[in-house]
C-alpha cells in the first residue's frame, strides 16, 4: 500500500472514532475510541514524517553535498590552470629559471655595493650546495644561498650573499664552461 493510501485511510479512521468518541454515551467506550485515536493519529504522524524524510531531508543533503563537491571540481580545476605550463616566452615553467624581476633586483641591490656593466643582463645563478664548489678557489667562502651574478660579455661575476647584503667575491671569468657547472 502506497503512504498516500495508508495516510487517507488513516484519515477516516481518525474520523470515525471522532464520530464515535461524539456519539457514544458510555464512557468506556468512549475511552477505548480515545487511545485508538491517539494510536492511530501516532501512526499518521509517524508515515507523514517518513514522506517529509524522504522528500525533505534526503533531497537537501543530496543538494549539499552536489553543492560541495562543485566548489571543490571548482577549486582543483582552477588550482591546476594556475599551476599548467604557459606557452608565454616570457614566462619559464622552469622553476630553475630566475624570473626577469627577480634578476633586477637583485642587479639593483648589488649595483649599490659594486659598479656593474651596464651594457648587458647578468645570468642568475644560486649557491644549493657549496660542497660541490669547495674545489675552486673563487666559491671558497660561498654559502648556499649566495646568489652569483655572471656577466659573460664582461667576462666577470660576483657572488653576492642577500642575508647580509654582502658582496662575497668577484673576479673575472677565465672559463665559462667550468664556471657554469
Do not use: C, H
Not at 124 to 143: C, G, H, I, Y
Request: charged share 25%; aromatic share 6%; net charge positive.
Amino acid at each position: 500500500m502506497t503512504k498516500q493510501k495508508e495516510i487517507a485511510e488513516l484519515k477516516r479512521e481518525i474520523e470515525n472514532l471522532k464520530t464515535n468518541i461524539n456519539s457514544s454515551k458510555e464512557p468506556a467506550i468512549k475511552d477505548g475510541f480515545k487511545s485508538r485515536l491517539v494510536e492511530v493519529q501516532k501512526n499518521k504522524q509517524k508515515i507523514e514524517n517518513r514522506k517529509l524524510l524522504f522528500f525533505g531531508i534526503i533531497p537537501l543533503i543530496i543538494i549539499i553535498l552536489l553543492l560541495v563537491l562543485i566548489i571543490f571540481s571548482l577549486f582543483y580545476l582552477t588550482k591546476q590552470k594556475t599551476t599548467k605550463p604557459t606557452n608565454n616566452p616570457n614566462v619559464s615553467s622552469n622553476p630553475n629559471i630566475v624570473s626577469q624581476t627577480e634578476v633586477e633586483a637583485i642587479v639593483s641591490r648589488v649595483g649599490m655595493l659594486i659598479d656593474l656593466p651596464k651594457d648587458e643582463t647578468p645570468t642568475l645563478a644560486t649557491v644549493l650546495d657549496k660542497d660541490k664548489l669547495k674545489d675552486q678557489p673563487f666559491f671558497a667562502n660561498a654559502q648556499n644561498g649566495d646568489k652569483i651574478l655572471i656577466y659573460i660579455k664582461a667576462k666577470k661575476s660576483i657572488i653576492w650573499r642577500p642575508s647580509e647584503n654582502k658582496i662575497i667575491n668577484s673576479g673575472p671569468i677565465t672559463n665559462i664552461d667550468n664556471t657554469m657547472e
